[in-house]
């Protein structure tokens, strides 16, 4: 038996009803944000990853799916959404168009790492990017459309907001740190001794419990804020509190990446065990640069669907499920299955979702099958019914019959009249 690679999942059918109810909410609240779709390749060549996410991080080292191609390319799957929308946008000369421009993307992402809950090597991601805006107003309307987005999905999460300054400030706050954890060199894992120079932001998320500790005494990028950052994160509280977005300032949330500079936020669930931050984002005013176009701001987030899945089944949370079947017809005779197979094609034709027992099964075991299909209203056809040219319409949630013709025209106007 040839079985499915280590950290990849078959989604079935039965699992679809939450997946599809969160996709298409998502993809509605992007919308109503004035946010448009957009679609980028699986792959992409392997330097625009290494470009956006940093040579020395572990994402770009030791967790992407990288191989030549014929021509001995370099490609990488995706691991993460942001880079291809931005090369998108700069090779699409989207960004040439009024802004801002604000796009969304729902999209499979692959690193290798070790699965556990909430975390695969393949998984989807639903994100936004807004391009063009400096003001506080936008990083607001991002953090708001997560907000909307799981108070829809009714999955609790607590915002952590944090700044972490700008080229201008970024720099001393950098310096104190590495004075800081280099004091406490010999307490930290191995791991954070080598970030230490390299990427001394990262140590304050470790999860080592001697390296949590230190960051928890390690000094506050809100303390080493310039004037026009301390404003700009002022004013975004500001606007939080407005629209009643409650948070929390978080000093530990921080980005190693350059191109970050001031905002950065979590929404974390306490619902969904080890893996608990639902969605990452910030202000990334220095990627679109990096990646070969011209200085534009920008902030953005990514939203890992299979966690809004868990989140949702954590808090008991049974999403709608639109039934696919609003006729299921079952058969007494092979000259009613023949009328039946003629008029179940009419009405799919016609729009009608429809299905019928092609399994030579009795009249009750059939309209069990179709009870267990969701359908909405059944149908029982033989020799009678095909005499009289007409038949009852079950409706399954009363039990109520109606009698009507065999015509297509006539079954669909019933079905929406019901």
């Not at 005013?285 to 966690?307: D, H, W």
């Not at 639109?322 to 003629?342: P, Q, S, W």
Request: charged share 20%; proline share 4%; aromatic share 8%.
């Amino acid at each position: 038996m040839i079985r499915k690679p280590k950290g990849t999942n078959d989604i079935t059918p039965d699992q679809m009803g939450a997946w599809n109810y969160i996709r298409h909410t998502a993809a509605d609240i992007a919308a109503r944000f004035g946010y448009g779709e957009i679609i980028t390749p699986i792959f992409e060549f392997t330097e625009l990853f290494a470009r956006g996410m940093g040579e020395v991080t572990d994402v770009v080292q030791k967790e992407m799916y990288t191989f030549p191609d014929r021509e001995e390319r370099s490609m990488t799957l995706r691991p993460e959404g942001t880079a291809g929308v931005v090369r998108a946008a700069i090779e699409g000369n989207l960004l040439a168009n009024a802004l801002p421009l604000k796009l969304f993307y729902i999209a499979s992402c692959f690193r290798y790492e070790r699965p556990q809950a909430g975390r695969s090597r393949e998984f989807y991601q639903f994100g936004v990017e807004l391009f063009g805006s400096e003001s506080p107003a936008a990083d607001g309307e991002v953090i708001t459309l997560v907000r909307t987005l799981l108070d829809e999905l009714g999955i609790g999460a607590t915002l952590h907001i944090n700044s972490i300054g700008c080229p201008d400030c970024r720099p001393a706050y950098r310096q104190r740190l590495v004075e800081y954890f280099t004091a406490h060199i010999g307490e930290m894992c191995q791991l954070c001794a080598t970030r230490l120079e390299k990427n001394p932001l990262r140590l304050l998320d470790c999860k080592n419990a001697t390296c949590s500790a230190l960051g928890d005494a390690a000094p506050k990028s809100v303390d080493y804020l310039c004037q026009p950052c301390e404003a700009h994160q002022g004013e975004l509280e500001q606007l939080l509190s407005a629209v009643g977005v409650e948070y929390m300032v978080d000093t530990r949330i921080v980005r190693g990446l350059d191109y970050y500079t001031r905002t950065v936020f979590e929404f974390i669930s306490s619902d969904i065990g080890a893996q608990s931050t639902i969605c990452g984002g910030g202000r990334m005013n220095g990627l679109v640069k990096q990646l070969g176009g011209a200085e534009t701001p920008m902030v953005g987030f990514g939203v890992g669907i299979s966690r809004l899945v868990l989140a949702l089944e954590s808090a008991g949370k049974t999403p709608p499920t639109a039934t696919n079947c609003d006729l299921y017809i079952a058969c007494m005779g092979k000259e009613a299955e023949v009328a039946a197979f003629v008029l179940i094609q009419g009405l799919r034709k016609a729009g009608v979702a429809c299905d019928m027992d092609i399994m030579g099964r009795s009249v009750k075991s059939a309209m069990r099958h179709g009870d267990k299909l969701g359908a909405k209203y059944t149908m029982v056809l033989g020799e009678t019914e095909l005499a009289a040219g007409s038949a009852n319409l079950r409706h399954m949630s009363d039990g109520t019959n109606t009698q009507v013709t065999l015509s297509v025209e006539e079954i669909k106007k019933c079905l929406k009249m019901q």
